[in-house]
């Protein structure tokens, strides 16, 4: 007998199998395995608050006789709500956060720690359901509850900081699929030929994108009319515009990493904030890098301060994104007495993104242009694999992890590295420009 699939399993499955079985081989080879942890973290938060929300369920806790309990909690008509209840058809095994007798059947809530109903939502809802409606549980009515936009900072409350939405009539159903090929995937040693195509957005972004590589249909696999000739040379193409604005002499390279607690511990954070608690800056002809990590629940003045002190100079700095000086803006403002230092650093700021998105085109690019990808095509031997940490969505998790005692101290090591990987790309990126600037030179 095969035990029952889980409820990510089947949705991952439906997306693609090649997800299906990189979830089940490899967990997500360009994550890190704590992140996983903080991220559940997060969502038990999010979930005790909906729990306040619904009181008074039986709790069911995970294990092998879950959905017998769950069973026998249901079958009691003393029992009006039940949370993390395990439904299994012996095929296919769904956990349902919330359920709530009603007169005529029961009542579905499914907990989410976004700040909206998104349609892979409503495909998930649909899922339990079908699992349910196998077992003959009927649901008459599903909501979803999930975070509110624009609560206040403050003390947490589900009625400040929990919206509650029906989304019965707007349920996608879903079939209950015969998993037989599914579980000859699984069993599959190697990982299935699947290329990247429409699957990988629908009904979400598949977290294995990075890992499967571009689609053929990216919007910059292929080559713009300027790169045209280049590309049939098998050559990159530099536009003059970009190669007209790229900084020469010594420059600072930066980048920040920031966290955005869903429930702030802090009580002058809002929900969402993005609090910048690292960053790292190199500078051309110094070996070292310097940084700064505060994982506090309120890092955001001192960040700011350390920062400003150590761009104390008149460097250019370079970046790749708004997103470092769209940050410092929010910190000018949180902080005025620090508005005049923090605008003479806006202002020197230059980003390296936009320029070359417009004006550079290689095939090593993958039509991708994120800073690893760009950094990559001036480098082939620029990686990020040898790093414990490779996105910044576990930077920023792991980062909430170490404050909340779930992750190592170690990590903070893992998250310097991270933070400065990107600023060498940084540098990789201006120091491939610069090269190209010399090259007629050098043939003259
Ligand atoms: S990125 Fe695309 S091809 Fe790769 S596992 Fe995900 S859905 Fe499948």
Redesign the pocket.
Known sequence: MNDPLSRSAVL?GA?????L??EAHATNPTGHPEARRVRRDQGRRVEALAQEKFPGGIAISWGPEAAAQTAAAMADPATQTVYKGVFDTGDIRVRVDIMRRRADGWELVDVRSGLKVKRGNLVDIGLQIAVLGALDIRVVDAHVAHLRRGAKAGAIHPDTHLRVVRVTDRVIPFVIPDTAPWRAVLSLEDEPA????V???VPWR????S???P?ASSPHASPPAGAREAADRGEDWFGRDLLAVVPQGPVHSLDFEAFQPSLPEHPDIVPFDAVPFLWVIRTTGEPLSTSFLGVEPDPRRAFTESLLAALADDLPILVWSDYESKTLGRMAKLFPDLGPAIHDVRERIFDLHAPVRSGFWSAALGGMYSVKAVAGAFDRDFSYRDLAIRNGRDAALLALGIRRGLVSEDVRADLVAYCDRDVVAVQVIHEGLLKVLQAPAQGD
Do not use: D, K
């Not at 997306?15 to 997800?19: P, T």
């Not at 699947?194 to 195509?197: A, D, L, Q």
């Open positions: 991952a997306q693609c199998v090649r997800r079985w990189l699947i290329e990247p195509g699957q990988c957005g598949c977290p294995y994108l890992h499967c590589g689609s």
